[in-house]
Nanobody
Framework: QVQLVESGGGTVPSGASLRLSCTGDGFKLDYYEVAWFRQAPGRPREGLSCISGTMSGETAVYADSIKGRFTTSRDHADSAVYLHLNTLTDEDTAVYFC???????????????????WGQGTRVTVSS
């Protein structure tokens, strides 16, 4: 059975940075596109970023709401995908998820292997 595992969340003060990690358990994440979402209390799930697979050029696309503050990248040694969160505010408090299917709103325009799984999420709390 394959699954995604997120880590790196925590409680940080406003203005801090965090790096979230997404790894594949039972498979190599390198060959799949990976999207990051978040869900804040009382709000719908929000797509943040998508990065295409290694064979598709690792193209990254971002939601306007976080563009310029968050970036996504790959680590081939660990077969991980990171979401770097910078200049955090209390509006960024949410549970952050990674998934191997990017939403249409974050289309990188590159092909990807099909695998639709989600991680369990990692909680980020920003204290003002």
């Amino acid at each position: 059975q394959v699954q995604l595992v997120e880590s790196g969340g925590g409680t940080v003060p406003s203005g801090a940075s965090l790096r979230l990690s997404c790894t594949g358990d039972g498979f190599k994440l390198d060959y799949y596109e990976v999207a990051w979402f978040r869900q804040a209390p009382g709000r719908p799930r929000e797509g943040l970023s998508c990065i295409s697979g290694t064979m598709s050029g690792e193209t990254a696309v971002y939601a306007d709401s976080i563009k310029g503050r968050f970036t996504t990248s790959r680590d081939h040694a660990d077969s991980a995908v990171y979401l770097h969160l910078n200049t955090l505010t209390d509006e960024d408090t949410a549970v952050y998820f990674c998934t191997t299917t990017c939403p249409p709103t974050l289309d990188t325009g590159t092909p990807s292997l099909v695998l639709d799984i989600w991680g369990q999420g990692t909680r980020v709390t920003v204290s003002s």
